[in-house]
């Protein structure tokens, strides 16, 4: 009975048997049409067949587009196509079957398929979208009612009653917080050297044979270093560094000589780029202006391998008789997926307040597009951005709203585009969604879940409500990738990793790692109400963000299927996972990733299509197949697969962590082998430092 209700519910979808377009807008049958075996032809009629052949038998172009898929008649072209198109057939009947075997599921199906079934009455066009998400996007239903009341519930969930305030605050951020940022570099946007007309004739050089390596890394908006200063995010984040601590000494929060040390990882699409980091970084930081205030340093892959084989590994061996040397590798590194880098960044200045600067206590990220607009925080909300650092509610203890204890250890702050501040800095940079929904979005719309997670937690005031900062404060789960920190205590005692397989949305995957605890309180972000930084992507670089647009929609169906086997991976119960982060975050935990995947690949397919976009759609298609046809291949061996990797990971992060605490007190006995540590270390970080100045 599943299959024929699932089918049912296709058909309504897309694929009328008599003709026409579905509840999503597609008119799917024509879009089938075999006699066009252009490139672009074949690509939509495989989208298209692949579509029919999941409304069953009913539909009368069934077998024509079964002979199609299977290469019987026609479509003899994009062979990779047919298997990927093939492959997501199997595992969606797969997955059905499976989900039916749950009454509460089968009922839900059932019910959905009577609502559009021709033989009910009640179907029609009418039906509510949110009646299609309780089968394939519940947590779109579960704030798809009263907004304010949504928003409200979750901020209640959120809700954490202060047991006990951090007794030792930050007091000096720009001393005590190793702020740090991800720079992304590729070869030249022309693919050409001579279009690096600001670079030395060195540089140039060394840069010639990169251009014809093979690219091994892919990112939304990684910087060509042929960019103009102005559109350069590198330049753009530091200058804002810099603006800040100016505004901080001005204001009085830092010594007059304060300086901040800003800690890079340089993720590189080319491996050669590697070698060309720092030298680029020089010659493009040294006519960037005023950067006085900071102290730079970039880690490559390179400096996180000397890392590894220099210290970690000799260390673990000293002390423990052993080190899994190939585990720390992997674990410990800022090339490849974002997970990789961004466990790097956070775990970094515990190495360095072990073994270089113990007056180290915290961490803050930012992404370089990101800028603290220091006036507007003043005015808006009475205090800096380093002031907004200070608050004794980082580091506190609590009991969360199920009364269950909770350490607010790590921090979070938000985001405000730069065209919306105008209007204020508590404007959300994720409205909630006003446009009619997008054929893809009937089966799965995370806009929704975003923007009432971003009004209730990410724009929640303390003062409003029963938020009052002091004894009530709330807890995050939405992060973004900047704008977050964590305190050195809670980063070494917990110790939160992303798994370097993530691609996207590492910042909400590095919670996850910790998310129960045994022993103690929960670690969890406290929202740093008013702690705002200034978004400038779309100005900063609209056209990079423009020509990547197809690559970052894949990424996001990759991040369903990620998330989804992460959470199945993990040591506790998917529904106990959900239960935490729902409804933004874990709505990427599917109990259908591969249908939702398929479904929402296909659909946006067939719509750009539609809309006479063929080039985008090719290209969408052309990444999708790639990309989703790599992740899908691994079902279902996949969910062990991940839970292999995170446990290696695991170790290597617990490795890395037991090494920096024997080493530590080793230190304070003066300890000969921990102190060669530390000068191992302190060279690398001098070997690392950016210097702005000619000579240094």
Known sequence: MGASDFQTIMCALFGPPGGGAGLTGIDVRSQFRPEDRSDEGCVRNFNAAFLITLCGTDHPLHETAIDYLTGKSGGKGASEGRGFYMKAGELIRDEIAESCRDQDFRARLSSLSQRLSRKHPGRGKSIPIAEVWRVFFPEGTAVSGDRVEAVQRLRRRRTVRITRPNSMPLRDPAREVLFTANALLTIPSSG???????????????????????????????????????????????????????????????????????????????????????????????????????????????????????????????????????????????????????????????????????????????????????????????????????????????????????????????????????????????????????????????????????????????????????????????????????LLESLRRYRPFTPGMIGRAEDQAYLLSVLFSEHGPALRYLHASGLIMRHDKNTLVPRTIRAARAGKEVGDLVRILLFTRYANALPWSLSEIKGELDPFTGCFMSRLPHTVVSLRFALRTAALFEEGEEGEAMEFHRIGVARLGK??????????????????????????????????????????????????????????????????
């Open 192 to 486: 050409r050297v001579d279009a690096c007309e600001t670079l030395s004739a060195s540089l140039r050089g060394s840069l010639e044979a990169v251009c014809g390596e093979p690219q091994r890394y892919w990112y939304d908006h990684p910087v060509p270093v042929d960019v103009s200063p102005a559109q350069n995010e590198i330049i753009h984040g530091l200058k804002g560094l810099q603006e800040c601590m100016a505004f901080e000494i001005t204001r009085g929060t830092v010594p007059p000589d304060s300086r901040l040390t800003c800690a890079l990882s340089v993720s590189t699409t080319h491996e050669g780029l590697r070698e060309a980091a720092r030298p680029y970084l020089e010659e493009t930081l040294r006519e960037a202006g005023d950067l006085s205030r900071l102290d730079i340093y970039a880690f490559t892959e390179r400096e996180a391998l000397r890392m590894v084989e220099e210290i970690v590994a000799p260390a673990a061996r000293h002390y423990f008789g052993e080190a899994p040397e190939e585990a720390l590798r992997r674990a410990i590194g800022v090339d490849g997926e974002y997970g990789r880098h961004y466990s790097f960044l956070k775990a970094l200045p515990a190495f360095w307040q072990v073994l270089v600067d113990p007056g180290v206590r915290g961490t803050f990220k930012i992404d370089l597009d990101q800028v603290f607009p220091q006036e507007e925080l003043v005015r808006e909300t009475g205090r800096s951005a380093f002031e907004h650092l200070c608050t004794p509610l980082w580091g506190a203890e609590g009991m969360d709203a199920e009364d269950r204890p909770v350490r607010l250890g790590m921090l979070a702050g938000a985001l405000v585009n730069e065209s919306d501040l105008k209007h204020g800095l508590f404007t959300p940079d994720v409205p909630y969604p006003k446009e009619k929904p997008r054929p893809d979005h009937w089966v799965f719309f995370s806009t929704l879940p975003q923007a009432v997670s971003t009004e209730a937690e990410m724009m929640a005031r303390y003062g409003d409500g029963g938020l009052d900062g002091r004894g009530r404060a709330l807890q995050r789960v939405h992060v973004t990738g900047g704008t977050c920190g964590i």
């Open 631 to 696: 992740a899908m291949m691994s079902s279902p061996a996949g969910i062990t697969a991940f839970r292999e990797a995170w446990e290696k990971e695991r170790h290597a992060w617990d490795v890395f962590y037991d090494v920096l605490d024997r080493a530590e007190k080793d230190l304070e006995k003066g300890d000969g082998f921990a102190g060669g540590l530390k000068k191992k270390a302190m060279a690398l970080v001098k070997d690392s430092q950016v210097h702005l100045r000619k000579g240094e």
